[in-house]
């Protein structure tokens, strides 16, 4: 399979694994929806969590040029941006297709803190709670580190009542409650 076939093969396995989860999509199920054979599949996967992984490496990639250039269109400060967030989320949510996080789906099914499936699903969130204290740093507060992982919870929270709800209300509420944080914090 050629690199461009694998990156077409993970990109087309992506939908499959968000819409479905991961333990309910099996092999012969990426192999009809993706037009790839199984045994092209696995020349290339040698297990069905290694394409896991490689989906969850593009989303993650995908999602955080996503949220972060949302951010900073809708905002030129970093602290605009931090609440701009919650606007970018809300955008996500109105989606047809809003299912959730797949980091927290792909964490649910492979709870072992071992795993390496858990272990990137959790980078990504560091990623993200990295790029939150980098901007709380850059917008004077002193406690960014702490900042940051607030923001990160009303973030998580937002996205999970988001999709148990299939409401958008939980970024605006999330947002007034990072407002109050964001005042109270510097």
């Not at 969850?56 to 602290?79: C, H, V």
């Not at 993200?128 to 507060?141: K, Q, R, S």
Request: proline share 2%; net charge negative.
């Amino acid at each position: 399979m050629s690199h461009n076939k694998r990156a077409e093969l993970i990109q087309n396995a992506l939908p499959l694994f968000y819409r479905n989860g991961f333990h309910a999509t099996g092999m012969d199920l990426v192999a009809k929806e993706t037009g790839v054979s199984k045994t092209s599949i696995y020349k290339h996967f040698r297990t069905k969590e290694d394409l896991i992984r490689a989906v969850l490496q593009l989303r993650d990639e995908n999602f955080r040029t996503w949220l972060f250039g949302r951010m900073e269109a809708l905002s030129d400060t970093p602290k605009g941006q931090l609440l701009a967030m919650f606007d970018a989320l809300e955008e996500w949510f109105l989606e047809d297709k809003f299912q959730g996080c797949m980091f927290i789906k792909a964490s649910a099914e492979f709870q072992s803190k071992e795993d390496a499936i858990n272990l990137q699903s959790f980078d990504h969130k560091r990623l993200l709670e990295d790029h939150f204290h980098n901007l709380a740093a850059e917008a004077g507060y002193a406690q960014a580190t702490q900042l940051s992982r607030e923001l990160l919870l009303l973030k998580e929270g937002a996205i999970v009542l988001a999709a148990m709800s299939h409401s958008h209300a939980p970024a605006m509420q999330a947002k007034r409650m990072a407002e109050v944080l964001l005042s109270e914090t510097n």
